[in-house]
C-alpha cells in the first residue's frame, strides 16, 4: 500500500491518508489498481486481498496513533463485491475491534457508480457501519451517473469530487465551473468536502475560496509509502 495525504484548508494542516494499493511484481514491474483490481473482482479474490488491506490499513492508523497522532483518518477503499459480501459488517467490525483502532479515524470509501444498482442493499449497509461510527464517504461523486435525488438522500459523512471536475477547472475556468455548487449542496445536507487530483494552486485557491473542506493530489504530494507519509505528517502539522 502507498499512502497519499488529504491536506485541511482550514488549518492547512494534514487530516488523513487514503491507502492506494498496487502490486510489485518481479517480472512485471509495478502494476496498478486500475489494472488489476477489475481481475481481483471477477475472481472474488477481492475479498482476501480486501481484507489485508484493511488490516494493513489500520497498522499504518494504529503506527500513527502510537506516534501520538491521534486525530488522522485513514481512508479505505472498498469495491462493491467486497461490501455486498454476507459476512462484511461483522468482519470488518471485528478486524477493527481486534486492531484497537477507533471507529471514528476510519473512512470507508465506495464509489458512487455503486449506488446506481443496489441502493437500497449498500445504504443499509452504510447505515449498519455508521452505527458503529465508521465514517463513509461517497468516491468519485459526480461521475457515477446515480440520480442526484438518491445520492444526496444517503447518510454518508464525506463525498469527494471526483478529478474530471477538477480537471475541467483548468479549462472553463472559475466562472463556469460547477464545484462551487457541488460543495454548498453538499455542506447544506452536513457532508464533509473532499477535491481529488489536486494539481495546481489556481485549483486549490478556487477550491479554498469556495469553502471545500479538504483537498488530496499531487499538489500535495503523490501517494507515498508508509515512511514516507511519516515524514510529510511531521513536516505538515507541526
Ligand atoms: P481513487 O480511489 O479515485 O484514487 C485516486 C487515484 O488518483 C489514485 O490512483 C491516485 O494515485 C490518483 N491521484 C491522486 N492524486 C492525483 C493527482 O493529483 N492527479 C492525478 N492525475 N491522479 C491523482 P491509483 O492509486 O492508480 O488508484 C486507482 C483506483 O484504483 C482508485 O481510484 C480506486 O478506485 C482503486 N483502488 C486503489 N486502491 C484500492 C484498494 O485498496 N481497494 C479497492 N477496492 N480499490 C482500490
Ligand atoms: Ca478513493
Ligand atoms: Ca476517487
Known sequence: LEFQPILDLKSNKISGFEALTRIDSDKLGRITPLEFIPIAEKTKLIIPIGERILKYSLDFLKHLNNLGYREIKVSINISA???MEKDFVRNTLKIIEEMKVAH????LEITESV?????EEINDIINKLRRFGVLVAIDDF???YSSLARVTE???DFIKIDKFFINK???IGPEKSRIGDIISMSHKIGQIVTAEGVEYESQKEYLAKNGC???QGYLISKPVEKEAAIKLLKEYNK
Open 213 to 215: 473542506d479538504k483537498i
Open 154 to 156: 444517503l447518510n454518508v
Open 104 to 107: 471514528k479515524n476510519i473512512i
Open 169 to 171: 477547472f483548468l479549462e
Open 81 to 83: 463485491i467486497q461490501l
Open 142 to 144: 459526480g461521475v457515477g
Open 115 to 119: 449506488f446506481a444498482t443496489n441502493y
